[in-house]
């Protein structure tokens, strides 16, 4: 009959085993994985990057810009960047991303706090379901 024997799941007891042409069982799981892939919801993370010492105006611009991408379902990392000396101002950093994550909380939620890594000081903002 030109068919194979297919151990289907060889850590079931005992294992479970079927009479199939193999070409086939490969050719739809291939498709199956294929499917299942497609479906998968990708993480798109965008990026905004402030300075110790940003003006109201750039963070209010940058805030609206951080809704917009929240709101499409993108998670957001908010970063302070430090330049030079400026890393005496870790407190300013700090206070910024807390004050930015509090005004997107009806938009998202933090997923990590604000962390200091090198001279950067990230913080990660995931959406809200609808």
């Known amino acids: ?22 070409k086939k ?6 498709k199956r994985e294929k499917s299942l892939k497609s479906k998968a919801t990708k ?11 940003t003006d109201e105006h750039d963070y209010e611009f940058k805030k609206k810009h951080a809704i917009k991408f929240l709101e499409e379902g993108a998670k957001l990392k908010a970063f302070v960047f430090f330049k030079g000396r400026s890393i005496i101002y870790k407190d300013q950093g700090q206070i910024l991303l807390l004050k ?22 990230i913080m990660f903002i995931s959406p809200k379901k609808k």
């Open 43 to 53: 993480v798109i993370v965008k990026e905004i990057r402030f300075g110790p010492q």
């Open 25 to 30: 069982f490969l050719y739809e799981q291939k």
């Open 1 to 22: 009959m030109e068919l194979d024997l297919v151990e289907i799941s060889p850590k079931a007891i005992p294992p479970v085993c079927k009479i199939i042409d193999y």
């Open 100 to 121: 930015l994550a509090q005004e997107l909380e009806e938009y998202g939620k933090v997923e990590q706090m604000p962390k200091l890594e090198g001279k950067r000081m």
